[in-house]
């Protein structure tokens, strides 16, 4: 009976429930696809593993110092390597391969690097036959000779290259110019990397500089498992070696393409999370509006006995059909956008297959768990003061009773959580240590916006009020009708605008965040940058070769050299810290104002170390301390420490300064890094832009390098600011699509509750066209109170964040006014965007019905 | 029935005090088509007199309502022709009948006539807002102090009685000084005392402030304030009555009654 009621009820609201339910789908469909989605991309991955791993893997040994150099040596295994474990017992085969992922490949009829831009690896090695490859050959043939390189198709057929194309390759021992022999293909999914095979002697020479391989894969007969295979074959090779069965290179790999795919879902997650939290809000409006029209109905059901629990219960059995059937196409949805998601990844270059999609159960229990959770949740409070509904309100005429107790609670309740988030905000901001700061800015951040949240109603009365002050003066009858129709059910203006909120809050907190970082990074390279000129390399470093091109570049003073270097270093009270050193010529000083805290820049130079004023905290370090750095293979150095930098310079911070000097004296200079990155300064008196064309061309046979005047420079770091900017805009405008429902949704309901008034206004006078303007009003006023209550809480964590993060680089609060604006007016537009269809039906209602309408 | 009679010989007498007001000529409102036709309004011709208090009686279903739609601009008329004073609302598109219906019609329904969000005050000027005129204030305190709001004016409908409720309905629709007013059952959901009041308020805006008034009423009483009713049976004006008081207009009424039993 209560079943057959809800479900008739539902039914007859099906347009109203239509709002809500496009929430639920929403917000399921990200959940459910997230989950497709990676699930079909790990089963695919770990396939792609399992079918080209070898049996074991022997590597040369690495502690991940190697890691942490730029452009260090490539470890090798030595050629008797093969024939120690092909005579094993259980082994099969024995193969030596090489790959590096240090080489670059150019097209020299275009001169750019051919391969993933997304940030996947180049690479390249040696084509050599195994049981096990994951590319076959489809055009061409293997390479031959030291002319010839296959190339993988996905990454020709990106580049435009075919068969005898020419192919510049790039690597630590100078540039080859190559040919295309042939191109292979992906068996299974390409991860994404590009590929390219010489045969072995051309990869042994050209990318190792000596007749070694970088790995030495086993392949055995099936007789011996795979653990005995490895233990057999590390006393064969002795120390020095790492060897991995196929379950852990398997794992090992992994774990590499596992963190992307891990991003991809967290972000997706992000996107279900905002959804939810927005689309609640309108699941509670819709509810709560329902719950107020029926009153009167509710009031009869309970005046011929139906108990509180009854009525309570029916409202929240209508929100489980809801729940069921927005959760079953969320469901489906997210199938459909896991597909596109996986076409999306192809384009990017990673070949997943949607025929093979992986959904399992978890996929159907975390959708149905999501939508039926959150939808229950919202309509609890509406459900609930249905419940309260007294037989009474059956024989009253409905109105919505003032509920000055509930609002009283409601004040308290909303300004204590907001004078507590404000408190931490402040708390935040004054915090001398980054870290609690950042956990009382977390805090504050959440505490804040559910005050907003719950006082909301109580602000939308009073700041509509004023806000809507100049309606009337401005579009007379309508803007006063707009201003109070606005304003007679706080409770639903609040939720509406509260959707909006959240969406601009965090917009508006992000831009803040962000221009404050591009502002203090722009003041900080004009503070402490001296060089003109910076010249980066990819991952890989710089070469010797391009060293040199760079230096014969006409109009420049000096160029300074930078290595990364990886060391231990051991301390003063007997602890030891694995760190990188920061290696540079003696003109660094002149390239860089490093902030002084303590002792001497100069120092870097004549001998001396330098760290950061937190590392220097962290180990009670002062000027003169003496510690010891290890830098593998034997070599050890003592040093003095000259400087510490002061905080609060993102080039100085967590950085450790050394001579290049002074690592020389210690390191033989064949065991070096290669540079990571190069300094210029131009000539006094020469032209600056002429020398930075000087320097480009020096450099124009490395289209992998970036060379950069400091505007340019600026750039990049701006570009990289702003790619993340981007990415948080996407995740917004969806709780800003889902917000705008909300609007339509409170707007039509608005309407259709209000059909008599509508009716009796159109009797008296009222124009259409001064109606649909009435609408359209509300709307505006209802978008700008939330986005003016989502600025106001934006620019308070903007602004606190910045604060937090004052020593941490972000120096200068910049606080984007145009866009504020901008968001500001849009969301102006918005309201009016979402007013269209309720004021087309409320201008197309019929004036006679509409009077006539109980 | 004479009346009538005259009225359509001499439809449209020009200017001074005894042009109609409002008036229909051959006026008929169906419903549906065929089988299922059902006719409202079956050629009624009608004039309602200028400054005076007309009242429209029927039984359930006889078309008064209708009537009263259709000569105030919100209905359409399958046939005939209306006039509200010197315009012909026949033919009219929506946006000059919105106008008319501000400008020369003012309405007093049987209930929710005014807007919750606004004043009492707001409530009463809201016709005149719409327009974008100012409102006549000497008039305005006229009105007001007629329907005895002074005191009420800031007040909410919600705060207000249903009787209060009425009388600023009342006032809204004399404030803007329209040329004619319709009444829906205006006392429909009064207990008498304040149907009394607010039926004495309209017959004083007729008597003191010359209006014109036409009332849809089933009330006898309510019927015996108005100068002249006119009685409905059928979509046909069957019958009129000049000065009529309660009791001659109830006795009319048992004849429909009767009519209908036999």
């Known amino acids: 009976m209560l079943l057959k009621t809800s479900l008739r009820s539902f039914l007859a609201h099906k347009g109203r429930m239509a709002l809500s339910l496009i929430a639920v789908v929403l917000s399921v469909a990200f959940v459910s696809g997230t989950l497709v989605f990676s699930n079909t991309a790990t089963s695919t991955f770990d396939k792609l593993f399992a079918s080209t791993a070898s049996d074991v893997s022997v590597r040369p040994h690495s502690d991940d110092t190697a890691d942490r150099q730029v452009g260090g040596k490539v470890g090798t295994v030595p050629v008797q390597t093969v024939q120690k474990v092909s005579g094993l017992p259980g082994v099969k085969s024995a193969v030596g391969e090489v790959l590096v992922s240090s080489a670059v490949l150019v097209d020299p009829a275009t001169n750019k690097t051919v391969g993933p831009t997304s940030g996947a690896p180049t690479l390249t090695g040696s084509w050599v036959e195994t049981p096990r490859k994951s590319l076959e050959i489809t055009s061409g043939r293997a390479p031959q000779g030291s002319g010839q390189v296959l190339l993988d198709s996905d990454t020709a057929k990106k580049a435009g290259l075919r068969l005898d194309s020419p192919l510049r390759l790039i690597t630590a021992t100078g540039s080859y110019d190559l040919k295309i022999s042939g191109i292979a293909t992906f068996r299974t999914t390409n991860p994404g990397a590009a590929l390219a095979f010489l045969d072995t002697p051309t990869a042994q020479r050209l990318l190792l500089d000596s007749t070694a391989y970088t790995s030495v894969e086993v392949f055995g007969d099936g007789s011996r498992s795979n653990d005995e295979l490895r233990t057999e074959a590390a006393t064969a090779v002795g120390t020095g070696f790492d060897l991995k069965t196929a379950a852990e290179q398997k794992a090992e ?4 393409v596992g963190s992307f795919l891990d991003f991809m879902k967290y972000a997706m997650l992000g996107f279900a999370g905002i959804s939810l939290l927005v689309g609640g809000f309108l699941i509670i409006n819709t509810f709560s509006m329902l719950v107020a029209q029926r009153t009167r109905e509710i009031g009869l059901l309970r005046a011929i006995g139906g108990s509180r629990g009854q009525v309570n219960g029916s409202v929240l059995v209508e929100a489980l059909i809801l729940a069921v059937l927005g959760s079953t196409l969320g469901l489906f949805g997210g199938i459909g956008l896991a597909v596109l998601l996986i076409q999306l990844m192809s384009a990017v270059g990673m070949n997943l297959t949607s025929a093979a999609l992986e959904i399992g159960a978890s996929v159907p229990i975390a959708s149905y768990t999501v939508g039926i959770v959150i939808t229950l949740v919202a309509a609890f409070i509406p459900a609930r003061r249905a419940g309260k509904i007294s037989p009474m309100s059956a024989l009253r005429d409905h109105g919505t009773p003032t ?50 949240v719950v006082i909301g109603p109580l602000l939308a009365t009073g700041l509509i009020r004023v806000l809507g002050a100049v309606l009337p003066a401005l579009f007379g009858p309508s803007g006063r009708l707009a201003q109070r129709n606005a304003m007679r059910n706080p409770r639903r203006t609040g939720a509406t605008a509260a959707a909006l909120m959240i969406g601009l809050a965090l917009v508006i907190g992000a831009s803040v965040f962000t221009s404050s970082m591009v502002s203090s990074t722009n003041a900080q390279i ?45 301390l003063p009270d007997g602890s030891t810290s694995k760190t990188q050193l920061a290696a540079v010529s003696p003109t660094f000083v002149d390239d860089f104002r490093l902030p002084v805290k303590a002792g001497s820049a100069t120092t870097i130079t004549g001998g001396g170390i330098s760290v950061d004023e937190d590392f220097a905290t962290r180990h009670h370090l002062s000027v003169g301390d003496r510690l010891t750095a290890d830098y593998g293979q034997g070599h050890t150095q003592s040093l003095v420490l000259g400087l510490i930098t002061a905080k609060g310079n993102s080039f100085s911070d967590g950085n450790l300064f050394i001579g290049l000097d002074t690592v020389a004296k210690a390191v033989p200079a064949a065991e070096l890094p290669q540079d990571a990155a190069l300094f210029g300064k131009a000539e006094a008196g020469a032209d600056k832009a002429r020398t930075l064309d000087a320097l480009q061309t020096a450099l124009k046979a490395y289209p992998q390098l970036t060379v950069q005047d400091q505007a340019g420079y600026k750039k990049i770091v701006q570009d990289q600011i702003n790619t993340l900017l981007y990415m948080v805009y996407g995740l917004l405008l969806l709780a800003i699509v889902v917000a705008v429902l909300g609007v339509v949704n409170t707007l039509a309901l608005s309407v259709v509750e209000r059909t008599r008034e509508i009716g009796l206004l159109r009797a008296i006078g009222l124009s259409r066209r001064q ?66 269809l309720p004021a087309f039906r409320a201008g197309r209602m019929n004036v006679l019905a509409a009077i006539a309408t109980d | 029935m004479t009346t009538a009679a005259t ?34 309004l079956d050629s009624v011709d009608v004039d309602i007199q200028r400054g005076r208090f007309t009242a429209i009686m029927g039984p359930s279903g006889s078309g008064k309502s209708t009537l009263m739609h259709c000569l105030a601009g919100l209905d359409t008329v399958s046939s005939g022709r209306i006039f509200v004073g010197d315009t012909e609302i026949t033919g009219l598109k929506d946006r000059q009948l ?49 329907v005895g709001l002074a005191d009420r004016l800031k007040h909410r409908p919600t705060q207000l009685s249903g009787g209060q409720q009425q009388r600023v309905a009342v006032a809204r629709a004399l404030a803007a000084r329209p040329e004619i007013i319709f009444g829906d059952e205006p006392t429909g959901n009064l207990d008498s005392r304040s149907g009394a009041e607010v039926l004495t308020f309209l017959r004083r805006s007729v008597d003191e402030l010359g209006q014109t008034i036409v009332m849809v009423t089933h009330d006898p009483v309510a019927a015996s304030y108005a100068d002249r009713v006119l009685f409905l049976a059928d979509g046909v004006i069957v019958d009129e009555m000049h000065a009529p008081t309660a009791d001659s207009v109830l006795e009319r009424m048992r004849r429909f009654d009767g009519k209908r039993t036999s």
């Open chain 1, 253 to 256: 790999n992994a774990k590499s």
């Open chain 1, 403 to 452: 509920e000055a107790r509930a609002n009283r609670i409601r004040a308290a309740a909303g300004l204590v959580l907001t004078a507590g988030g404000a408190g931490l905000l402040v708390a935040a901001a004054q915090a001398g240590k980054a870290a609690t700061g950042g956990a009382f800015l977390g805090l504050g951040v959440v505490l804040t916006l559910i005050g907003f």
């Open chain 1, 526 to 570: 004009d503070k402490s940058v001296g060089a003109d000129y910076v010249v980066q390399g990819n991952q890989n470093g710089l070469t010797p070769a391009m060293v040199s091109a760079a230096k014969s570049a006409k109009g420049l003073a000096h160029l300074t050299e930078q290595k990364q270097l990886a060391a231990t270093l051991t």
């Open chain 1, 771 to 836: 109606l649909r303007r009435m609408i359209r009003l509300e709307s505006v006023v209802i978008a700008v109170f939330g986005a003016l209550l989502g600025t106001g809480l934006g620019l308070a964590w903007g602004i606190t964040a910045q604060r937090v993060l004052v020593d941490k680089g972000l120096s200068t609060l910049a606080i984007p006014t145009e866009k504020i604006v901008v968001i500001l007016l849009a969301s102006a537009v918005i309201g009016l965007l979402a007013a269209l």
């Open chain 2, 7 to 40: 009225a359509v010989q001499d439809p449209r007498l020009p200017g001074g005090e005894t042009a109609p007001a409002a008036s229909a000529r051959q006026l008929t409102k169906a419903y549906g088509a065929g089988e299922t036709r059902v006719t409202a």
């Open chain 2, 98 to 146: 919105t106008r008319l219906r501000r400008d020369k019609i003012g309405f007093i329904f049987q209930a929710f006539n005014l807007l919750p969000t606004l004043s009492a005050l707001e409530n009463i000027t809201l016709p005149m807002d719409i327009a974008g005129r100012r409102p006549d204030r000497a008039w305005l305190d006229q009105v007001v102090a007629t």
